[in-house]
């Protein structure tokens, strides 16, 4: 610290430790310049071996749905089989429909989803040396062989499939509207388009299912019930004339005559 006055300004101490020696700092860094070209160098490596070799582009598609929410009936089965409203708790309804693994395996046996690589694991091709490979060689030296793994089931490959489905896939609602957009990324422009589509169409499909489940259902309740009744009303009428014939009743001609 030194100390510095005058006549018209108080006296002020300056701390030198706070200033940075520009010229010291370039020596260092020119000192290990080697280093760092050759760190810039190593991930300049790795970043080109990922992008051009390791990294796998993906394409991304999406499709629409409009929900419908106008009721028009053929038959007027109203009060059997009720309508969908808009509201909110509807929409977010439809869209669980749309990402359920139900509907995703319909997708998955109509595309055959389960012959992809890309959604079957067990048909990809061996990697090369990888750390996770080294570990299980590690770990098989030390603690000897892994016991051999069953193959898997077709149950297990299908449920494989769903999953990789429905990691590649999401569905939304545009703000505002009843539309819902389907989103598909895959490592193929045109599957992504095709499984996005085959989405739109296996919902629309089972929307239509569903409501003909409930219409056939009203309706061969309500033809049931009509057959019931007329049972029913042809029991009723036996009754009344087997009541007539067996009742002195005076009929309206013999009322006349007499």
Request: hydrophobic share 45%; aromatic share 8%.
């Given at each position: 610290?030194?100390?510095?006055?005058?006549?018209?300004?108080?006296?002020?101490?300056?701390?030198?430790a706070?200033?940075?020696?520009?010229?010291?700092?370039?020596?260092?860094?020119?000192?290990?310049?080697?280093?760092?070209?050759?760190?810039?160098?190593?991930?300049?490596?790795?970043?080109?071996?990922?992008?051009?070799?390791?990294?796998v582009?993906?394409?991304?598609?999406?499709?629409?749905?409009a929900?419908?929410?106008?009721?028009?009936?053929?038959?007027?089965?109203?009060?059997?089989?009720?309508g969908?409203?808009?509201?909110?708790?509807?929409?977010?309804t439809?869209?669980?429909?749309?990402?359920?693994?139900?509907l995703?395996?319909?997708?998955?046996?109509?595309?055959?989803?389960t012959?992809?690589?890309?959604?079957?694991?067990?048909l990809?091709?061996?990697?090369?040396?990888?750390?996770?490979?080294?570990?299980?060689?590690?770990?098989?030296?030390?603690?000897?062989?892994?016991?051999?793994?069953?193959?898997?089931?077709?149950?297990?490959?299908?449920?494989?499939?769903?999953?990789?489905?429905?990691?590649?896939?999401?569905?939304?609602?545009?703000?505002?509207?009843?539309?819902?957009?389907?989103?598909?990324?895959?490592?193929?422009?045109?599957?992504?388009?095709?499984?996005?589509?085959?989405i739109?169409?296996?919902?629309?499909?089972?929307?239509?299912?569903?409501?003909?489940?409930?219409?056939?259902?009203?309706?061969?309740w309500?033809?049931?019930?009509?057959?019931?009744?007329?049972?029913?009303?042809?029991?009723?009428?036996?009754?009344?004339?087997d009541f007539?014939?067996?009742?002195?009743?005076?009929?309206?001609?013999?009322?006349?005559a007499?």
């Open positions: 610290r030194f100390y510095m006055a005058d006549s018209q300004t108080p006296p002020s101490f300056v701390d030198t706070d200033e940075i020696d520009l010229m010291a700092l370039l020596a260092t860094l020119w000192r290990g310049k080697w280093w760092i070209i050759l760190c810039a160098l190593i991930g300049l490596f790795l970043g080109g071996y990922y992008a051009f070799v390791r990294a582009p993906v394409y991304t598609t999406s499709a629409a749905v929900f419908e929410t106008r009721e028009e009936q053929v038959v007027d089965l109203e009060s059997v089989v009720g969908l409203s808009g509201d909110q708790a509807t929409i977010n439809e869209i669980e429909v749309l990402r359920s693994r139900g995703m395996e319909k997708v998955v046996r109509r595309l055959d989803l012959s992809d690589p890309e959604f079957n694991p067990t990809r091709p061996a990697d090369g040396f990888s750390l996770g490979m080294a570990i299980g060689w590690v770990r098989a030296l030390l603690q000897g062989p892994p016991p051999e793994a069953p193959p898997p089931t077709d149950q297990m490959v299908l449920d494989t499939a769903i999953d990789f489905l429905l990691a590649a896939t999401s569905v939304s609602n545009v703000r505002q509207s009843y539309v819902f957009r389907i989103t598909t990324t895959t490592q193929d422009p045109a599957k992504s388009a095709q499984i996005s589509n085959a739109a169409d296996a919902y629309i499909l089972d929307q239509l299912e569903v409501k003909f489940e409930a219409t056939e259902q009203a309706t061969q309500l033809t049931d019930r009509v057959g019931e009744l007329q049972i029913e009303l042809e029991a009723a009428v036996e009754a009344v004339k007539n014939a067996n009742s002195q009743l005076v009929s309206p001609e013999q009322l006349t007499l």
